[in-house]
């Protein structure tokens, strides 16, 4: 499996941003795809997960309301929209993915395939 992300950039604080990750080699209707991100001196923490279906979501507590993510099956591509964008959201993010039709794990562990990061800053 591979995963391409894209999207990242430089913005100031209570602007937008959207992340995009376009994965081949999964059986995407088995495939759920996902964001985390790792700022620095910190640890990689998820940031938000769907399944193939669309019909579930997950989002760590401190991007509810602002982070949207979604996927565009027939293109095997996932976004996320994130706006009011906070200082505390820099950070490198990574697109991973993992075969699962209904589970969508906060544990970095349980995600097996990994993209390249990209990096989102947010300026103050």
């Known amino acids: 499996v591979q995963l391409q992300a894209s999207g990242g950039g430089l913005v100031q604080a209570g602007g937008s941003l959207r992340l995009s990750c376009a994965a081949s080699?999964?059986?995407?209707?088995?495939?759920?795809m996902g964001w985390f991100r790792q700022a620095p001196g910190k640890e990689r923490e998820f940031v938000a997960a769907?399944?193939?279906?669309?019909?579930?979501?997950a989002y760590t507590e401190s991007v509810k309301g602002r982070f949207t993510i979604s996927r565009e099956n027939a293109e095997n591509t996932v976004e996320m929209r994130m706006n009011t964008l906070k200082p505390e959201d820099t950070a490198v993010y990574y697109c991973?993915?993992?075969?699962?039709?209904?589970?969508?794990?906060?544990?970095?562990?349980?995600?097996?395939?990994w993209g390249q990061g990209t990096q989102v800053t947010v300026s103050s």
């Open positions: 080699g999964c059986i995407f209707r088995n495939c759920a």
């Open positions: 769907v399944l193939w279906s669309g019909r579930r979501t």
């Open positions: 991973v993915a993992r075969e699962s039709s209904d589970r969508l794990p906060s544990d970095s562990r349980q995600w097996p395939w």
